[in-house]
């Protein structure tokens, strides 16, 4: 038992909550950023805001980041997903300058579009840039626990662990993705409330 009197493996349990839901969002929104990344340079590669802006005959990330705009519906988990994709894009082009030719740097641009630029331009398959989506995701609720509640580490690498089946299911639905409309649009309303909430308390625990 947690502190407070809850259960320790409830920690477990949303992680597994947000594989089904926020991170199957987020993991299929970077497989497809990946795909059209791959597309010849005939086809549209640059993310802009204007929609008018998209060239090509088929659908270019812009079109990506408004797919992944309307399945995250909380403004505060958007605004926190572009925030955390600015700087990781500023890395990224330090360590990879190629990705630069496909994302504008002087914008917030979601997390899971720079994962899925950064997947295709270091020749990571559809299933491994999954992989990496699920296992962050997965990690960064079980380090959070770590700093949180008295469990032992042991234990918390054994919740990772247990994850394993429900990474690999999550893997064969999404690699799979090609299209922005085939982004799944699994909400997980008290997430989202819970990231409100969190946005507005006087002692906020993380950033994200």
């Not at 990690?139 to 990474?167: C, M, N, R, Y």
């Not at 999404?174 to 997430?191: C, F, K, M, Q, S």
């Amino acid at each position: 038992m947690g502190a407070d009197g809850k259960r320790l493996t409830d920690v477990a349990e949303y992680a597994r909550d947000r594989l089904h839901t926020v991170t199957r969002v987020e993991a299929a929104t970077a497989t497809v950023t990946r795909h059209l990344t791959l597309l010849p340079p005939t086809r549209v590669k640059r993310l802009h805001p204007d929609p008018r802006l998209d060239e090509g005959g088929v659908a270019g990330l812009g079109v990506v980041e408004r797919a992944w705009a309307a399945r995250t519906c909380s403004q505060v988990v958007r605004g926190v997903s572009r925030r955390q994709g600015r700087l990781l894009l500023r890395l990224a082009v330090r360590v990879w300058p190629e990705v630069g030719e496909y994302l504008p740097v002087d914008r917030e641009v979601p997390r899971p579009i720079v994962l899925g630029v950064v997947a295709a331009v270091n020749g990571l398959s559809a299933e491994q840039l999954v992989r990496v989506v699920a296992y962050d995701d997965v990690q960064t609720v079980v380090s959070a626990s770590l700093k949180l509640l008295p469990v032992d580490p042991a234990e918390a690498a054994g919740w990772l662990a247990g994850l394993h089946d429900e990474i690999e299911r999550l893997v064969k639905d999404v690699a799979p993705l090609t299209e922005p409309d085939a982004i799944p649009a699994d909400g997980a309303p008290l997430i989202d409330l819970f990231a409100h909430q969190h946005a507005t308390e006087r002692m906020r625990l993380f950033h994200a």
